[in-house]
């Protein structure tokens, strides 16, 4: 098999999860990828993005530094923003000779691109710090690459997005449809950044465009804002899979499979059953309400201190 570097962003903000989510992870994956990539954020965002950024700084820094040293496989690097780096990114990616820090929400832009550039390997398995994994199959990576390698247009593979559920069926999904032919398979035309298994070979061939937002909505918020207007990559990526009649893929694969989950929100309770809902998930032992859906239902964790926070 191709050697794959799994490829992990952090940034301050991070810390409270993070202590016990890299374990889960690197727990995970380490038998499947040959490096660990782990990105650290210096460039402080705005808003949502920046909360607890300069108190966990030190803390996440520290605490990274020790984690790195438990794996082998593990290389941390703090996110080069130097105006060299910075255009040699641009051009190699895009046939520019800048681009920004931040999207036009002031989240993460740069990051993205900068993790994929440093991996080791052509095939980055990029996820979010907050990422669950269920399932725990040793041989997905594996049973990826050959689906990357037999099918010239696709662009991005995914595990199972939530637990299986024994139709089939995925909820609160668009834009895709069923592979019928094989069991939990299913084919989306666009992409998420929370995670994105793909051949950067790809990404190569033909510059990424279109990056500015046209949406004056969006372009008046980053103004007052101060913010870069440009679209979040996600929708850059999307776009640059329809333009390119790409594909993503995602599948459970053979036997208990792998499958993703994703925490909506973060609250007090969160934070203190964190140990137990990883192992939760880990056994697969999930409500039935939580099975083909992607992000961690209510069944699974009490949300009412973040929907109680939004109704006000």
């Known amino acids: 098999m191709p050697s794959v570097t799994l ?30 990539l782990l990105t650290y954020d210096t460039h402080k965002s705005k808003g949502r993005f920046a909360i607890n950024w300069d108190e966990n700084n030190e803390k996440m820094w520290a605490f990274l ?33 800048f681009i920004p820090a931040k999207d036009w929400r002031g989240g993460p832009f740069y990051t993205y691109f900068f993790g994929l550039n440093e991996a080791k390997y052509d095939y980055v398995f990029h996820i979010d710090s907050d990422m669950f994994f269920g399932g725990k199959s040793q041989t997905w990576m594996q049973e990826a690459i050959d689906i990357f390698e037999s099918q010239k247009n696709v662009f991005i593979i995914n595990p199972l997005p939530g637990p299986p559920r024994e139709d089939q069926t995925l909820i609160g999904q668009t834009g895709f449809k069923k592979i019928n032919n094989k069991p939990y ?39 007052f804002r101060k913010n870069p207007p440009y679209r979040l990559p996600e929708e850059i990526l999307s776009d640059y899979m329809v333009k390119n009649n790409y594909k993503r893929i995602d599948f459970l694969g053979n036997n208990e499979g792998l ?9 007090q309770m969160f934070y203190e059953d964190l ?29 009412t201190e973040a929907r109680n926070k939004l109704l006000k």
Not at 277 to 287: A, C, L, N, T
Request: overall charge positive; hydrophobic content about 40%; aromatic content about 12%.
């Open 185 to 223: 398979h299913f084919e989306f035309e666009g992409m998420s950044t929370r995670l994105f298994l793909t051949n950067r070979k790809l990404l190569l061939e033909k510059k990424i465009s279109n990056i500015f937002t046209l949406k004056w909505k969006e372009f008046a918020k980053a103004i």
């Open 275 to 303: 140990l137990n809902i990883i192992s939760r998930i880990e056994k697969g032992d999930v409500p039935e309400s939580q099975k083909g859906f992607y992000d961690i239902v209510d069944d699974l964790v009490d949300w």
């Open 7 to 36: 490829q992990i962003s952090l940034a301050p903000t991070d810390f409270r999860h993070a202590q016990y989510l890299l374990e889960h992870q690197t727990r995970i994956f380490e038998g499947q990828v040959d490096e660990i």
């Open 259 to 267: 499958w993703s989950l994703h925490p909506p929100y973060r609250t």
């Open 65 to 97: 530094q020790n984690f790195a040293l438990s794996n082998p496989k593990i290389k941390l690097i703090k996110i080069d923003y130097s105006k060299e780096k910075n255009k040699e990114i641009a051009l190699k990616y895009f046939g520019l000779n």
